[in-house]
C-alpha cells in the first residue's frame, strides 16, 4: 500500500474512505464538502495516474504532487506548442479543472489526468507548502513570468534557461565577433534580449561590448599569420624549385685538406666539403657530381683543395691527380721515415719534423694512456696513422703531427683498444698498440694477422715449453737498429743488451716498433686459438705457423737450402 506522505499527524489512505472516489482510473471527480480530520478543513485527493514509463508508482506527500505536477504539465505543455492557462482564485479556495492533454508522441494518446488542489495541514510540514493553486498564498505560477502571452503558432518557444550566476558571455556557442551580435541588434528578438537582461539583472554580468583593440589585434595577428605563411612559401619553393646557394669560382686561394670515407655518396661528400668550406651547399655539390660524366668515380681518401670553390669546380679538382697529390703513409711504416717525407712535403731543413716530435709530443694530442712510459724510443710511434694526408708546402709540421695522432687515437677508439687490453691478459692499452705492431712487422699478408698475434701471446706466457717467455723476434732487433736485415745470426742477436731486443729480454718491448694499420690492430684483438708458437716466411710473400719446435726446424732446414746456406 502506497502511503501519500509521512508528515506528523499523516494517516495511511483506505480505499474505504468516504473521501475516495467512485471513478475509478477513468473517472475524474472532486472531492468536496467532506469533513477532513485537520482542522476541518476539506481534504482533497488527487488520482495519480500513471503514463507508461514517467511515473514510479508511488504518490508524492502532501503539496509535493501538485507542484511536480504543475512542473511536468507546463513542461509537456511548452515541448508540444501548447500553453496552459490555470483558472485563477480570489482569495478563496478553487478547484481545478480537468484539461484533457492530447501528446503528440508518434500519434498514441496518453489519456487523461486527474488533477485536484487541496490546502496544506498546519500539522503537516509538508502541507504547509501552498499548493500550486491554492487561494490562501501567492500564486507564483499564475504571474506573466510563468505565462507569458502565447507566440505565435508557427514560432516554437524553446525551454526556460535555468538561472545561474555564471554569465557565459557573448562567445557561449559562436564567437562574438563573427555572431554580428552587438549592442545595436535589430528588434526581432527584444523579447529575448529582455529575458536575458531579467537573468543578468538577478546577479549576471553585463554584456561585454566589442573594442576597436580587440578588433586591431585579431587584423595584427591575421597579418602577422600570412606574412609568415608568404616567407616560409618563399623558403619553400626555393628550396624545392629555386637553385642551391653555391659559390662562383676556383677558390679563395686558403688550401684545406678534406677526408672522404669509404662508400660515401654524393650527400656525404657534399656535407664534408661544406662542413670544411669547400663548397656553400650540399645541393650544390650533389647537382654539380650529377651533371659530371665522371662524377661517380670520385673515390675515398684525402683531398687537397681551396675554401670557397663553386660546387662544379670542387667536383673538377676532385677527379683531378692534383688534388689526390697527398702524403701517404703506409702500413708498418717507423716514425723516422715519416718525419724525412713531412720534411720533404714541406720543403724544410732535414730534421725539422722530428725535432718538434722530440719536444713537442706532449702537445700533439695522445691520450693519457700512451704517455710516460720507460725507455721509449719515441713517443709518437704507433700514432702517425698509416693513411693518405693532404700536406702541402707552408703548412707547419706540428700541425701534420696533430693530424696524424688524432687519426691514429680515432682508430684505436673506434676499435675498443682501451676497453679490451686487459681481457686479452695485457696490463694497458699501450701494450695492445705494441703486440699490434709486432703482427704489423711479422705478418707477410692480412690473413696472416690473427695467427701472428697467438704467437705473441702463447710466447708471452711465463711458463710455456716452447719459448719460456721469449719473443725472440728479429724485428724489435731491426727497430732499434734502425734497420731491416733478414741474415741475423744468433750471436749477434742474443748478446745485444736493448730494452726492445726480444732475444735479450723476456716479454714485449717498451713501446711500438712501427705504425700498425687497421688489419693489423684487429688480428691482436681477436687472435685465434690454434695452438701457434712459431712461423716462417719461405717466399717472403706468405707465413707457415707451427705448434712445435721441431716442426719449425724442419722448415728452418728447408728455407737455408733453398738460399744454399
Same mark, same amino acid.
Given at each position: 500500500?502506497?502511503?501519500?506522505?509521512?508528515?506528523?499527524?499523516?494517516?495511511?489512505?483506505?480505499?474505504?474512505?468516504?473521501?475516495?472516489?467512485?471513478?475509478?482510473?477513468?473517472?475524474?471527480?472532486?472531492?468536496?464538502?467532506?469533513?477532513?480530520?485537520?482542522?476541518?478543513?476539506?481534504?482533497?485527493?488527487?488520482?495519480?495516474?500513471?503514463?507508461?514509463?514517467?511515473?514510479?508508482?508511488?504518490?508524492?506527500?502532501?503539496?509535493?504532487?501538485?507542484?511536480?505536477?504543475?512542473?511536468?504539465?507546463?513542461?509537456?505543455?511548452?515541448?508540444?506548442?501548447?500553453?496552459?492557462?490555470?483558472?485563477?482564485?480570489?482569495?478563496?479556495?478553487?478547484?481545478?479543472?480537468?484539461?484533457?492533454?492530447?501528446?503528440?508522441?508518434?500519434?498514441?494518446?496518453?489519456?487523461?489526468?486527474?488533477?485536484?488542489?487541496?490546502?496544506?495541514? $498546519?500539522?503537516?510540514?509538508?502541507?504547509?507548502?501552498?499548493?500550486?493553486? %491554492?487561494?490562501?498564498?501567492?500564486?507564483?505560477?499564475?504571474? $506573466?513570468?510563468?505565462?507569458?502571452?502565447?507566440?505565435?503558432?508557427?514560432?516554437?518557444?524553446?525551454?526556460?534557461?535555468?538561472?545561474?550566476?555564471?554569465?557565459?558571455?557573448?562567445?557561449?556557442?559562436?564567437?562574438?565577433?563573427?555572431?554580428?551580435?552587438?549592442?545595436?541588434?535589430?528588434?526581432?528578438?527584444?523579447?529575448?534580449?529582455?529575458?536575458?537582461?531579467?537573468?543578468?539583472?538577478?546577479?549576471?554580468?553585463?554584456?561585454?561590448?566589442? %573594442?576597436?583593440?580587440?578588433?586591431?589585434?585579431?587584423?595584427?595577428?591575421?597579418?602577422?599569420?600570412?606574412?609568415?605563411?608568404?616567407?616560409?612559401?618563399?623558403?619553400?619553393?626555393?628550396?624545392?624549385?629555386?637553385?642551391?646557394?653555391?659559390?662562383?669560382?676556383?677558390?679563395?686561394?686558403?688550401?684545406?685538406?678534406?677526408?672522404?670515407?669509404?662508400?660515401?655518396?654524393?650527400?656525404?661528400?657534399?656535407?664534408?666539403?661544406?662542413?670544411?668550406?669547400?663548397?656553400?651547399?650540399?645541393?650544390? &655539390?650533389?647537382?654539380?657530381?650529377?651533371?659530371? $660524366?665522371?662524377?661517380?668515380?670520385?673515390?675515398?681518401?684525402?683531398?687537397?683543395?681551396?675554401?670557397?670553390?663553386?660546387?662544379?669546380?670542387?667536383?673538377?679538382?676532385?677527379?683531378? $691527380?692534383?688534388?689526390?697529390?697527398?702524403?701517404?703513409?703506409?702500413?708498418?711504416?717507423?716514425?723516422?721515415?715519416?718525419?724525412?717525407?713531412?720534411?720533404?712535403?714541406?720543403?724544410?731543413?732535414?730534421?725539422?719534423?722530428?725535432?718538434?716530435?722530440?719536444?713537442?709530443?706532449?702537445?700533439?694530442?695522445?691520450?693519457?694512456?700512451?704517455?710516460?712510459?720507460?725507455?721509449?724510443?719515441?713517443?709518437?710511434?704507433?700514432?702517425?696513422?698509416?693513411?693518405?694526408?693532404?700536406?702541402?708546402?707552408?703548412?707547419?709540421?706540428?700541425?701534420?703531427?696533430?693530424?696524424?695522432?688524432?687519426?691514429?687515437?680515432?682508430?684505436?677508439?673506434?676499435?675498443?683498444?682501451?676497453?679490451?687490453?686487459?681481457?686479452?691478459?695485457?696490463?694497458?692499452?699501450?701494450?695492445?698498440?705494441?703486440?699490434?705492431?709486432?703482427?704489423?712487422?711479422?705478418?707477410?699478408?692480412?690473413?696472416?694477422?690473427?695467427?701472428?698475434?697467438?704467437?705473441?701471446?702463447?710466447?708471452?706466457?711465463?711458463?710455456?715449453?716452447?719459448?719460456?717467455?721469449?719473443?725472440?723476434?728479429?724485428?724489435?732487433?731491426?727497430?732499434?737498429?734502425?734497420?731491416?736485415?733478414?741474415?741475423?745470426?744468433?750471436?749477434?742477436?742474443?748478446?745485444?743488451?736493448?730494452?726492445?731486443?726480444?732475444?735479450?729480454?723476456?716479454?714485449?718491448?717498451?713501446?711500438?716498433?712501427?705504425?700498425?694499420?687497421?688489419?693489423?690492430?684487429?688480428?691482436?684483438?681477436?687472435?685465434?686459438?690454434?695452438?701457434?708458437?712459431? &712461423?716462417?716466411?719461405?717466399?717472403?710473400?706468405?707465413?707457415?705457423?707451427?705448434?712445435?719446435?721441431?716442426?719449425?726446424?724442419?722448415?728452418?732446414?728447408? &728455407?737455408?737450402?733453398?738460399?744454399?746456406?
Amino acid at each position: 500500500m502506497t502511503e501519500y506522505g509521512r508528515g506528523e499527524g499523516s494517516e495511511p489512505w483506505h480505499p474505504e474512505d468516504p473521501l475516495y472516489g467512485d471513478g475509478g482510473w477513468g473517472g475524474q471527480q472532486a472531492h468536496t464538502g467532506q469533513q477532513s480530520p485537520y482542522g476541518g478543513q476539506p481534504q482533497h485527493y488527487p488520482e495519480q495516474q500513471q503514463y507508461g514509463d514517467w511515473g514510479t508508482g508511488e504518490q508524492a506527500g502532501y503539496g509535493q504532487a501538485q507542484q511536480q505536477y504543475q512542473y511536468d504539465q507546463q513542461y509537456v505543455a511548452q515541448t508540444h506548442g501548447h500553453q496552459q492557462y490555470p483558472e485563477q482564485g480570489h482569495g478563496q479556495q478553487q478547484a481545478q479543472g480537468y484539461h484533457q492533454q492530447q501528446y503528440d508522441t508518434g500519434g498514441w494518446d496518453a489519456g487523461a489526468h486527474q488533477q485536484v488542489s487541496y490546502p496544506g495541514d $498546519p500539522g503537516d510540514p509538508y502541507g504547509q507548502q501552498n499548493g500550486a493553486y %491554492s487561494g490562501g498564498g501567492p500564486d507564483y505560477y499564475g504571474t $506573466p513570468d510563468a505565462y507569458p502571452p502565447p507566440e505565435p503558432p508557427n514560432r516554437r518557444r524553446a525551454e526556460p534557461e535555468p538561472e545561474t550566476d555564471w554569465d557565459p558571455g557573448p562567445d557561449q556557442g559562436e564567437h562574438a565577433f563573427f555572431a554580428g551580435g552587438d549592442d545595436d541588434d535589430d528588434g526581432d528578438d527584444q523579447r529575448d534580449r529582455r529575458e536575458r537582461d531579467d537573468k543578468r539583472g538577478r546577479g549576471g554580468k553585463p554584456k561585454k561590448r566589442r %573594442s576597436g583593440m580587440a578588433c586591431l589585434v585579431v587584423v595584427l595577428v591575421f597579418g602577422g599569420g600570412l606574412a609568415g605563411v608568404g616567407y616560409f612559401g618563399y623558403q619553400f619553393y626555393q628550396d624545392r624549385f629555386g637553385d642551391a646557394p653555391d659559390f662562383a669560382g676556383d677558390g679563395n686561394g686558403q688550401q684545406v685538406s678534406v677526408e672522404i670515407p669509404e662508400g660515401a655518396d654524393g650527400y656525404a661528400i657534399g656535407r664534408a666539403l661544406k662542413s670544411a668550406g669547400v663548397v656553400k651547399s650540399v645541393d650544390a &655539390f650533389v647537382s654539380a657530381q650529377a651533371g659530371n $660524366p665522371d662524377g661517380r668515380s670520385i673515390q675515398a681518401g684525402v683531398y687537397t683543395l681551396q675554401k670557397q670553390m663553386s660546387a662544379g669546380s670542387a667536383v673538377e679538382l676532385m677527379l683531378s $691527380p692534383d688534388s689526390r697529390d697527398n702524403l701517404i703513409i703506409a702500413e708498418g711504416k717507423r716514425n723516422a721515415d715519416i718525419y724525412r717525407l713531412i720534411d720533404k712535403r714541406l720543403k724544410v731543413k732535414v730534421g725539422t719534423t722530428a725535432a718538434v716530435a722530440k719536444n713537442d709530443y706532449k702537445k700533439l694530442g695522445l691520450p693519457a694512456w700512451a704517455q710516460n712510459h720507460a725507455n721509449v724510443k719515441d713517443p709518437l710511434e704507433g700514432f702517425l696513422y698509416p693513411s693518405s694526408y693532404g700536406v702541402s708546402e707552408g703548412q707547419k709540421p706540428q700541425d701534420v703531427l696533430k693530424q696524424m695522432v688524432q687519426r691514429a687515437t680515432g682508430t684505436y677508439e673506434k676499435l675498443g683498444v682501451e676497453k679490451k687490453a686487459r681481457s686479452l691478459g695485457l696490463e694497458d692499452p699501450w701494450q695492445l698498440v705494441t703486440v699490434a705492431s709486432l703482427v704489423q712487422a711479422e705478418g707477410t699478408s692480412h690473413s696472416d694477422f690473427r695467427k701472428m698475434a697467438e704467437v705473441i701471446y702463447n710466447r708471452m706466457k711465463p711458463g710455456n715449453p716452447q719459448t719460456n717467455g721469449m719473443l725472440e723476434f728479429d724485428s724489435t732487433y731491426n727497430y732499434i737498429k734502425n734497420q731491416s736485415k733478414i741474415d741475423l745470426s744468433l750471436s749477434e742477436l742474443r748478446n745485444y743488451d736493448n730494452p726492445y731486443n726480444t732475444y735479450f729480454h723476456k716479454g714485449l718491448p717498451p713501446g711500438p716498433i712501427d705504425n700498425p694499420g687497421e688489419d693489423a690492430i684487429k688480428g691482436a684483438l681477436n687472435p685465434t686459438d690454434d695452438g701457434w708458437y712459431y &712461423f716462417i716466411s719461405l717466399d717472403g710473400k706468405t707465413s707457415k705457423f707451427t705448434k712445435t719446435n721441431a716442426e719449425h726446424q724442419k722448415l728452418v732446414d728447408q &728455407f737455408n737450402a733453398s738460399r744454399n746456406n
